[in-house]
């Protein structure tokens, strides 16, 4: 497994759940790190937790859903750090709404933010990391990226959408010495469900039972980072909810029954 010491990660939703604890488990490990979300107050307060001194930290505030050219902060990050060996791309929203009961601009928002803000940020980082001649982009996409689910219709969408744009990333390229990984979580305990949005994009509000239960952020991040070290293109994270990506791929007519029996929430 290569060093973490010293090299340097964006992490996308650093402010919380899974990115703030990807954010503190490279800064333990001496990584430098670039810590991105909407809020720059909490994603202060996730290295404020942590004793580290600023040069090994920064703070870059953004918002996925507006992300048109990021062209002026990837130049903040090269001026502190000089390169970007790991773009994690972590920040996103989830939702909790029938397809019958959600309207187009939550459909829409959800693609933005979760989408189309991680495809602007990787075509930005990308010409930086072939310049290098290495780098390591990852997605974190979701099992409902592998299958769709009650509840999920956007979301995911999105997450599907994201393999499709990640593993042609890859294939194309191999020859410039960069890697990409798919990251593919359960149930984690985080309050991605809290934030998540409903029909008419109001806030879900809700910690999900199933959520509350499930594997820590902690626990989720270090199993994340030793994928990514080990070129992993898929990481599977969480608990035994992950066995539906496996009755998918080789049951299909018994994960059809399931997906409308297992609870949604
Ligand atoms: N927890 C799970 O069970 C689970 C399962 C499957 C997949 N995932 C995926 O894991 C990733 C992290 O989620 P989490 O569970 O850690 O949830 P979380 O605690 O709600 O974290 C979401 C992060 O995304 C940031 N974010 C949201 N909207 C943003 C925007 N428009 N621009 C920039 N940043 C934005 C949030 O920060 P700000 O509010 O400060 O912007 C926050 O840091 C997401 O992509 C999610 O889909 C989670």
């Not at 809020?39 to 703070?59: C, F, G, H, P, R």
């Not at 410039?176 to 509000?205: E, F, H, M, Q, W």
Request: glycine residues 8%; aromatic residues 8%.
């Amino acid at each position: 497994m290569q060093k973490i010491e010293n090299t340097v990660w964006w992490i996308t939703g650093a402010s919380s759940g899974i990115g703030k604890g990807l954010a503190q488990f490279i800064l333990r490990k001496k990584g430098k790190v670039v810590l991105s979300s909407r809020n720059a107050e909490s994603l202060q307060k996730v290295v404020d937790e942590l004793q580290i001194a600023t040069e090994q930290y920064l703070i870059l505030p953004l918002d996925l859903e507006k992300l048109d050219d990021c062209q002026i902060i990837v130049e903040q990050v090269l001026n502190k750090f000089s390169r970007i060996d790991y773009l994690i791309n972590n920040g996103g929203i989830s939702q909790r709404s029938l397809v019958s009961e959600t309207n187009l601009a939550v459909d829409r928002k959800i693609m933005e933010t979760n989408f189309f803000g991680t495809v602007v940020l990787t075509k930005a980082v990308l010409p930086i990391m072939i310049t290098q001649g290495s780098g390591h982009i990852a997605a974190v996409s979701s099992v409902v990226g592998k299958f769709g689910f009650p509840l999920r219709s956007a979301y995911s969408a999105s997450k599907h959408a994201l393999h499709g744009f990640f593993e042609s990333l890859r294939a194309e390229n191999k020859a410039n010495n960069i890697y990409v990984s798919l990251i593919i979580p359960g149930r984690i305990n985080t309050a991605i469900s809290n934030y998540a949005i409903i029909g008419d994009g109001k806030v879900y509000g809700k910690l999900d039972p199933g959520q509350a239960n499930s594997m820590s952020s902690e626990k989720a991040a270090e199993i994340i980072v030793s994928g990514i070290m080990h070129h992993k293109k898929e990481i599977l994270v969480g608990g035994k909810e992950l066995l539906m990506v496996h009755i998918r791929r080789w049951f299909p007519s018994l994960f059809y029954y399931l997906s409308t029996k297992v609870s949604a929430t």
